[in-house]
């Protein structure tokens, strides 16, 4: 270990480890400034502080190639973090998010930087909204309660558009399907069973 002062403070502060890893601290008067730990096997993190020492941001860099980077307010919470995974797909996590029914919100992209997935999640780890797009590019979107029961789910594909509906436990109640030719057909079920069926062809029949 080697570690530098400047008028008695501590300003600098290298460790090496048998395994030939390492860490290193810079101080600004007195204050953790700056944390960079390498390790064995090449993975790098490193720590930013502000001014009073608390944790700003934290960049992670792995031996396989992904990385992340998080960022804190100024009590030290996390906010945002960005992982960038070694197939060059993206995951941006949001916390503590304000305003609306869900807190944290996950979105990630593919190798082109195209967003196949979204999911929100309420403040108890509930879901709140899950969207998923494929790649012939039909969309799925589900919707939950403030509880994390599934409400409704929207499937969109090139030929048409089907909304079912749940109850509370689970089961579905009601199917709606609008087709790219203009008909519609609406489909109700009482405890998983079809009760009733409706259909609007394309010629208003």
């Known amino acids: 270990t080697d570690s530098a002062y400047t008028d ?22 007195g204050i953790i400034a700056q944390e960079a730990i390498v390790r064995a096997d090449g993975s790098k993190n490193t720590k930013t502080f502000d001014a009073s020492g608390n944790l700003v941001s934290d960049v992670a860099q792995n031996s396989d190639g992904s990385s992340s980077s998080t960022l804190y307010d ?21 916390y503590n998010i304000d ?3 869900y807190t944290t919100e996950l979105q990630h992209a593919d190798a082109s930087g195209k967003v196949t997935e979204v999911t929100r999640s309420h403040a108890d780890g509930s879901l709140a909204y899950t969207q998923i797009v494929k790649a012939d590019g039909t969309k799925v979107t589900a919707l939950y309660d403030s509880t994390g029961h599934k409400m409704s789910a929207i499937t969109v594909t090139s030929s048409s558009t089907t909304t079912d509906q749940y109850d509370p436990s689970g089961q579905l109640t009601k199917q709606m399907v609008q087709h790219a030719d203009g008909s519609f ?7 998983t069973v079809l009760t009733a069926h409706y259909v609007v062809n394309a010629d208003g029949t």
């Open 99 to 101: 305003g609306q029914s």
């Open 74 to 94: 100024a009590a030290g919470v996390k906010t945002k973090m960005h992982v960038a995974n070694s197939d060059a797909s993206h995951d941006t996590y949001t």
């Open 185 to 191: 057909t609406t489909k109700i079920y009482t405890a």
């Open 8 to 29: 008695g403070v501590i300003a600098s502060k290298v460790t090496v480890n048998a395994d030939h890893s390492t860490e290193s601290l810079i101080y600004n008067a």
